[in-house]
C-alpha cells in the first residue's frame, strides 16, 4: 500500500529558507508524477511543484524562482527547497503521487490518487 509522509514544515520570517521532504513507501516504481501541493485557510488547494516521468518540472508562477523540487535516484523521495519565502506561502503543503495520467483537453493530467498527512509551514512578516 502506497504511503507518502511529509516532514520539514515550520515557522519562519519572510526571506528564509525550508526544505520540505516526502518518502513514499510501498511501492518499487516510479510514479508518473509526484508533486507538492499547498492549501491555505479559505484558499483552494493550489499546485506548488511537480516532476512527472520524463523528468519534466512544473511550477506555479508565485514559486518560480524561489521554490526547487526534486526527486532522489530510487524515485521514492520528493524534496521541495523553498527560498526567500514570503507570507503568502503559510499554507499545509502536501505531497502527492500519481501512478497514472488521464487524457483531459488533448493533455495528459497526471492522477493524484495518493496524498500524505501534510506539513506546516507559517512564514511571518
Known amino acids: 500500500q502506497v504511503h507518502l509522509s511529509e516532514s520539514g514544515g515550520g515557522s519562519v520570517q519572510a526571506g528564509a529558507s525550508l526544505r520540505l521532504s516526502c518518502v513514499g513507501t510501498?511501492?518499487?516504481?516510479?510514479?508518473?508524477?509526484m508533486a507538492w501541493f499547498r492549501q491555505a485557510p479559505g484558499k483552494d488547494r493550489e499546485e506548488v511543484a511537480s516532476?512527472?516521468?520524463?523528468?519534466?518540472?512544473t511550477y506555479a508562477d508565485s514559486v518560480k524562482g524561489r521554490f526547487i523540487v526534486s526527486q532522489d535516484d530510487g524515485w521514492n523521495s520528493l524534496y521541495l527547497q523553498m527560498n526567500d519565502l514570503k507570507p503568502e506561502d503559510s499554507a499545509v503543503y502536501y505531497c502527492?503521487?500519481?501512478?497514472?495520467?488521464?487524457?483531459?483537453?488533448?493533455?495528459?493530467?497526471?492522477?493524484?490518487?495518493?496524498w500524505g498527512q501534510g506539513t506546516r509551514v507559517t512564514v511571518s512578516a
Open positions: 516532476i512527472d516521468t520524463d523528468d519534466d518540472i
Open positions: 502527492a503521487a500519481a501512478i497514472q495520467a488521464a487524457l483531459e483537453g488533448g493533455d495528459l493530467k497526471p492522477l493524484f490518487d495518493y
Open positions: 510501498g511501492y518499487s516504481y516510479r510514479m508518473y508524477s
